[in-house]
């Protein structure tokens, strides 16, 4: 009989960017398995090992570490030539990837036209009804590409390209289909939109087949067998759970589940097997991207946190919107995803500010809300009721040990953990390994 194998989820607890891939990179020291089971290269995650950075979008942080092996599930979309290059810089910069990466024979790949998909219709949104009704996407083909998974016959998985006669039926309509909608979107913003030829697509598609075909594999049944084995495997989010396609400040999300509620379909593991839920936080709150963000600080102090984060995308490089901590928004994710634990990042970004404020509840004409609004509107509408704290002045990026934090900067994570009512285990003072303290 297995024994029984903690397994554990990192999935970020507000609009993304929370600092995922460091602790992922931190604890898969103890993980045999990582695997990305959402979204796909609008993730950007960024991991600082001594002198290098590394930006990883769709290979799982654990490749960063010899002897893990690294899953891309079913429920990312793949973009091919997007993990392609990843794998030839991570090789380039004396990584071997070879048998350590996996990819789904199940995942849907995310085509040049979905990329351009996904700008024509920001575009035409914007000409239609201004640009206020944006979602602010990454442009990646996320939106488009898990459209045609829900539609079914207008979507490629990885599994068609070892499927050469069917895929060329199936481009063949395809085409069609796209080259009619995508032509009359184009319209829609006084654009154009270059027809897909389905025999050159068919062929680029024969080749990518062949350079993956040493990743593909049924990740699912590799987790199982992991799992059975006894080996531990650890879930990495992709995205923020506020940007969850069912949970989050909908319209302004992906298109994917990006709790750890999105772990079983995404990954195929019965929900019973998930133990250790790492809820990641950032300090403050940043979000990229248009939508609802009431603690947001269009002044001093939102540049303070942008300056001192270096609060700019990994994946597109737009400055990120900051604000204060918000708590409402922290106890609903944290709920969704069952976090037993917190983990809180970028502390060091805090340091100057004279007092820190903690968004602990939403006013809205005048009542306190119960729960997390479902309407974006009213979201927006809502005005944060703060509670004070002191702040600290002095630098912890060379703080190694909690009980060294300056004592309010104590009183804030502890403050955090009382409120959202979830152990906090880890904070972190800066972007590297050694700027982990364990509680
Ligand atoms: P992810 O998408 O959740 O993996 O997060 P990103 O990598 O997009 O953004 C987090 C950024 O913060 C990265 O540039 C990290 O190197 C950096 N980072 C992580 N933890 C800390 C920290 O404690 N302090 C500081 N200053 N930077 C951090
Ligand atoms: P990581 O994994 C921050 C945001 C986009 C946009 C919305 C929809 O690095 O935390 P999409 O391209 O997914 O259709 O864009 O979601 N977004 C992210 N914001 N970090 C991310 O990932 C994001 N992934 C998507 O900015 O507002
Ligand atoms: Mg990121």
Known sequence: MATQAPHAVVTGLQWGDEGKGKIVDWLTESYDLVVRYNGGANAGHSVVIGDRRYALHLVPCGILRPGVLNLVANGVVLDPEQILREIAELEAGGLPVGERLKISDRAHLVLPYHKRADGLMEAAVAALAGEASQVGTTGRGIGPCYADKAQRTTAVRVADLYQPEALRRQLAHIAGVKNATLGALAGLSGQTFEPIDPAALHATLLSIGEQLRPYVADTAAIIRDAMAEGRRVLFEG??????DVDHGTYPYVTSSSTTA???????????????????IVKAYTTRVGAGPCPTEQVNAIGEH????GHEYGTTTGRPRRCGWLDLVALRHSAQLSGATELSIMLLDVLAGLETLQICTAYRLDGRLLDGFPASAAELERVEPVYETVPGFAEEVTAVRAYDQLPAAARAYVER????AGVRVSMVSVGPERSQTLVR
């Not at 509620?261 to 809820?279: E, F, S």
């Not at 955090?416 to 409120?419: F, N, R, S």
């Open 261 to 279: 509620l999105g772990i079983h379909a995404g990954a195929g593991v019965p929900a019973a097997r998930l133990g250790r839920v790492v809820g």
């Open 305 to 308: 946190l942008r300056e001192r």
């Open 238 to 243: 992709g995205n923020g759970s506020l940007l």
């Open 416 to 419: 955090i953990e009382a409120l």
